[in-house]
T-cell receptor
Framework: DAKTTQPTSMDCAEGRAANLPCNHSTISGNEYVYWYRQIHSQGPQYIIH???NNETNEMASLIITEDRKSSTLILPHATLRDTAVYYC???????????????FGAGTQVVVTP | DAGVIQSPRHEVTEMGQEVTLRCKPISGHDYLFWYRQTMMRGLELLIY????????DSGMPEDRFSAKMPNASFSTLKIQPSEPRDSAVYFC?????????????FGAGTRLSVL
């Protein structure tokens, strides 16, 4: 699976949009971009995933560049509860051998301030 | 559904003792994963099962670690004998096969301290 690069940390004001970048310049055509987050003392939580189209759900939006070498997770209206470590993960879908593996990097520590 | 249930939430033991961590996956899920998280190494996949069969145990650190899944609703991770460097938070996660999706649902974790 392709490696990802994320900023170590970022701050965001409550109520504002948080834009979390992720670089995955070696991504292959069959690799998806997944985002998880981990709130302190909890297990990681799935947020969203996509292949090449932009995606939106109740938690966030995922914007993937046309060349798929980078993506941005957008939390539209950050709240204090969004303070967490956010992980960007690239992985192959549908391959039995590697299907189960999620390789977590260091992620981005996001702090939402009042 | 109650989600992935792990027990105990906290475990304190002495070096050399056997430790057993338990996990109940979400009903209907066919994949189960064991992860370990430390400050130094982050979140690492130890082993995962598909339909109760171990698929990849390459992340298991050494022979002192073993994992079993006797049925679809229960799995254990055992450390024998335990060592202080095994101190970490151990997470269990489960997921189900659904096309391209690989949404893993994590438990609350077991915080292990080996003295």
């Amino acid at each position: 699976d392709a490696k990802t690069t994320q900023p170590t940390s970022m701050d965001c004001a409550e109520g504002r949009a948080a834009n979390l970048p992720c670089n995955h310049s070696t991504i292959s055509g069959n690799e998806y971009v997944y985002w998880y987050r981990q709130i302190h003392s909890q297990g990681p939580q799935y947020i969203i995933h996509g292949l090449k189209n932009n995606e939106t759900n109740e938690m966030a939006s995922l914007i993937i560049t046309e060349d798929r070498k980078s993506s941005t997770l957008i939390l539209p209206h950050a709240t204090l509860r969004d303070t967490a470590v956010y992980y960007c993960i690239v992985r192959v879908a549908g391959t039995t051998d590697s299907w189960g593996k999620l390789q977590f990097g260091a992620g981005t520590q996001v702090v939402v301030t009042p | 559904d109650a989600g992935v249930i792990q027990s105990p939430r906290h475990e304190v033991t002495e070096m050399g003792q056997e430790v057993t961590l338990r996990c109940k996956p979400i009903s209907g899920h066919d994949y189960l994963f064991w992860y370990r998280q430390t400050m130094m190494r982050g979140l690492e996949l130890l082993i995962y099962f598909n339909n109760n069969v171990p698929i990849d145990d390459s992340g298991m650190p050494e022979d002192r670690f073993s994992a079993k899944m006797p049925n679809a609703s229960f799995s254990t991770l055992k450390i024998q004998p335990s060592e202080p460097r095994d101190s970490a938070v151990y997470f269990c996660a489960s997921s189900f096969t659904s096309g391209s999706k690989n949404i893993q649902y994590f438990g609350a974790g077991t915080r292990l301290s080996v003295l």
